[in-house]
Structures are given as structure tokens and as C-alpha cells.
């Protein structure tokens, strides 16, 4: 084991990181945020389990949909500018869902959230690879992982307070007008076109090129399975502790958001964790792998919590598979970003996050599908979730060989 040197942020990474954060919290706040509103939907527009997951699912299919072209968008054009347009591609639609009448205009400003948002993981990936050290992606990643467990945690327990004092509709308004403002530093302070690191020698691999690794797959696996479970607990954890545990909106707000923040603390601090275990030299590749397959195993205890007859003792249950899910969560961008490097973290991570949204699409129906069918039981969710986090597992565990970073100009 040779021992390596710790690299700290200089301030304009520390900069450029505090707004990434910003973006995504913002970014899954406004994702978010239409689940946190489940009730109202019932109430104002008469839509029952099935038709609420359609609508949680459209956001998924504008999001995958684009998912190549965003990849491809922020290898080709200034990735800076790339992400700010696609910024307020997205808070225009999240505004605009204030003024929503009926279900139709719903899932078309879903489909447009998602189609700006579908810029932003291969835009943080291509931005990270290229001004980050190996030894600062861990905390990097982890902290904009971290963001995106908190913006839904704020959505669920902020926006769901604020919905019942002052209506749903007045938090879509206030939410859109104010994202605005992250574009001001970020045009201010943040230096289009340029790379913080010394920009390497290398050739921009093709698609297909990326489809014949091996690992790529592994990826690919590992991030559908993944993010099945995260985004079956995203779209409908306020609508099981609603429906399921009977809590009350005030509760659902409190109680509900507990998991999400359980998973950004978790994110925060393992990716911090594997950044250090690097630096004293151990192995990148053994880190990322045991802290992919550890999460993911205990992610898997979420099954007993739908089976469990005490509200509490689920919600503990529930709590702890998303502190799994946040160890996992902490080291997936980081694996991409070694073994592609800088040449191929944009094309790839588009790639992978298109694998890793399709259940995006699947998940928030199929549960909503099975809650009906079911008479109101989400026992059946939960199972497919977990069955998800095992498929997970295998691709990144196992068909991976090692996460190493790939000799483009080799292939």
C-alpha cells in the first residue's frame, strides 16, 4: 500500500462546488417538489394513485429522453453554459407548474423539467473529471449527492408545510422566481470555457467505443438498479407514509423527510471517508467497490419496513436502507469519472444516466399501479425495489473488473 499526498480545494474549486451543490438541491428540490404535493393533486385535479405515478414517471421520460444529447451537448459546447441553460430550462417549467389547470398541462411541464434537468449529471461529471484531483472527486461527488438527497428532504418537509399554510401553487411561484438567482454567480464568478487542472493529451472516445467496455455496462446495471430504489423512495415515500402508515400532511412534512436527510448525511460523510482511504494510499478501485456494494446490501433492509406492523419501527427501517442507499450513492459519479476520464465522462455519464432513468419511468407508475390493484398496499413496491438494489449490486460488484481509468488511445 503506498501512501499518496492529500490534495485540499483551492478557493475557486471550493467556488465552483458550493454552486454545483446549489444547482442540483435546487434541481431535486423542483423534482421533488410535485410529490410533496400528492395530496393536492388528489383533492384538486381528481387523480387517483395510478394517474399521480403517470405524472411522476413523465418527468423521467423527458430526463432519459435527452439523456444521449446531453452527454454528447457537454463534450461538444462550453459544459459552464451548457448547464446554465439547461438551469433555466428547467426552473422556467418548475414556475410555470403553478399555474397548472388539469393533468394534460402537468405532464407536459414535467416533460420540459426533465428535459432541462437531463444536462445536469453529465455537465457535474464532465466540470468534476476535468478540475479535480482523484483524491478531491470522493467529497466532490458526495457533496453534490448530498444536494440531491437535500433538496427532497426540503421539498418534502419545507414545501409541504408551506403548502399547507399557504396553498401548493404559491410554492411552485416562489420556488420558480427564486432558482433564478443562481445564475447570477454563476455567470459572475465562475470562468466559462476553462479547466482548473492542466488539460490532457487524450482522444474523445465514441459511443460505441464506450459500449465495448465491459465496466461501462457494469455501470450502466449498476445505476439502473440503484436508482430504482431511490426513485420509487423519491416519488412515493410521502404517499406510502400518507396512505400506508396513515400519517397526517403535517406529519408526512416532518417524518417523511427524515430518510432523505439520513441519506445526504450518510453521502456527505462516506465520500469524504473514501477520499481519506485513498490518500493513505489505499486502493481507488477497492474503495469505490466496497463502498458501491456495501450501501447497496444495506439498502436491502427496506423490505422488512413495508412488512413491519409498527409505523415507527418502519420508519427507522426505511432511515437505515437510506443511509445504505447514501453509501452507495457517494461513490457511483467517482467510478465513472476514473475509469472514463475527462475525454469520456461527458458521453459516458449521459450513457449511464440514460440507463439509470429508465426506471425513473418505471418506478413512479408501476408503484402507483400496484398500490390500486392492490387496494392501497405498497408490499409489492417494496419487493421490486429491493429485488432492483440485488441487480445493482451485480453490476457494480461484480461486472466491473476494476475501477481503473481506461486507455482510450489503446482501444
Not at 168 to 179: D, E, I, K, T
Not at 223 to 245: D, H, K, Q
Request: with cysteine; net charge positive.
Amino acid at each position: 500500500m503506498s501512501r499518496s499526498i492529500k490534495v485540499p480545494l483551492t478557493r475557486a474549486q471550493w467556488v465552483i462546488l458550493i454552486l454545483l451543490v446549489l444547482s442540483v438541491t435546487i434541481n431535486y428540490i423542483d423534482r421533488g417538489s410535485l410529490s410533496a404535493a400528492d395530496k393536492y393533486l388528489e383533492r384538486d385535479f381528481g387523480m387517483d394513485s395510478e394517474q399521480r405515478g403517470l405524472v411522476y414517471s413523465m418527468f423521467f421520460a423527458g430526463y432519459a429522453g435527452l439523456m444521449l444529447v446531453a452527454g454528447w451537448l457537454v463534450d461538444r459546447f462550453d459544459v459552464n453554459r451548457v448547464l446554465a441553460i439547461g438551469f433555466m430550462l428547467w426552473t422556467t417549467a418548475i414556475l410555470f407548474t403553478g399555474a397548472a389547470s388539469g393533468m394534460m398541462m402537468l405532464l407536459v411541464l414535467r416533460l420540459l423539467l426533465g428535459a432541462g434537468e437531463s444536462v445536469a449529471y453529465p455537465a457535474y461529471s464532465k466540470i468534476l473529471s476535468g478540475s479535480y484531483h482523484e483524491q478531491q472527486r470522493g467529497f466532490a461527488n458526495a457533496a453534490i449527492d448530498a444536494g440531491s438527497k437535500i433538496g427532497p428532504a426540503l421539498s418534502l418537509l419545507a414545501g409541504g408545510l408551506l403548502m399547507e399554510k399557504y396553498g401548493w401553487r404559491s410554492f411552485f411561484y416562489a420556488m420558480g422566481g427564486l432558482s433564478f438567482l443562481w445564475m447570477i454567480p454563476w455567470f459572475v464568478m465562475v470562468p466559462k470555457g476553462e479547466r482548473l487542472l492542466p488539460a490532457a493529451v487524450g482522444r474523445v472516445p465514441t459511443m460505441l467505443e464506450i459500449c465495448k467496455q465491459r465496466a461501462a455496462w457494469g455501470t450502466f446495471l449498476g445505476l439502473f438498479g440503484g436508482n430504482y430504489a431511490w426513485y420509487f423512495l423519491l416519488t412515493w415515500i410521502p404517499g406510502y407514509f400518507r396512505m400506508a402508515r396513515h400519517y397526517s400532511q403535517h406529519e408526512v412534512a416532518i417524518f417523511g423527510s427524515l430518510p432523505l436527510w439520513v441519506t445526504a448525511v450518510s453521502t456527505l460523510t462516506c465520500g469524504l471517508l473514501s477520499d481519506r482511504l485513498i490518500a493513505r494510499g489505499h486502493s481507488a478501485s477497492k474503495v469505490r467497490k466496497s463502498f458501491l456494494g456495501t450501501g447497496l446490501l444495506v439498502a436491502t433492509i427496506m423490505l422488512p419496513a413495508a412488512l413491519v406492523s409498527n409505523s415507527r419501527i418502519s420508519l427507522i427501517l426505511i432511515c437505515v436502507a437510506s443511509m445504505g442507499i447514501g453509501i452507495e450513492s457517494s461513490n457511483v459519479w467517482a467510478t465513472t469519472q476514473r475509469m472514463a476520464g475527462p475525454w469520456a465522462s461527458g458521453r459516458w455519464t449521459g450513457m449511464q444516466n440514460l440507463a439509470g432513468n429508465i426506471p425513473g419511468i418505471i418506478a413512479p407508475w408501476f408503484t402507483g399501479w400496484v398500490v390500486k390493484a392492490s387496494g392501497g398496499s405498497f408490499n409489492a413496491a417494496f419487493v421490486a425495489a429491493t429485488v432492483m438494489l440485488l441487480v445493482a449490486f451485480t453490476g457494480y460488484v461484480l461486472v466491473i473488473p476494476r475501477v481503473e481509468p481506461i486507455d482510450w488511445e489503446a482501444e
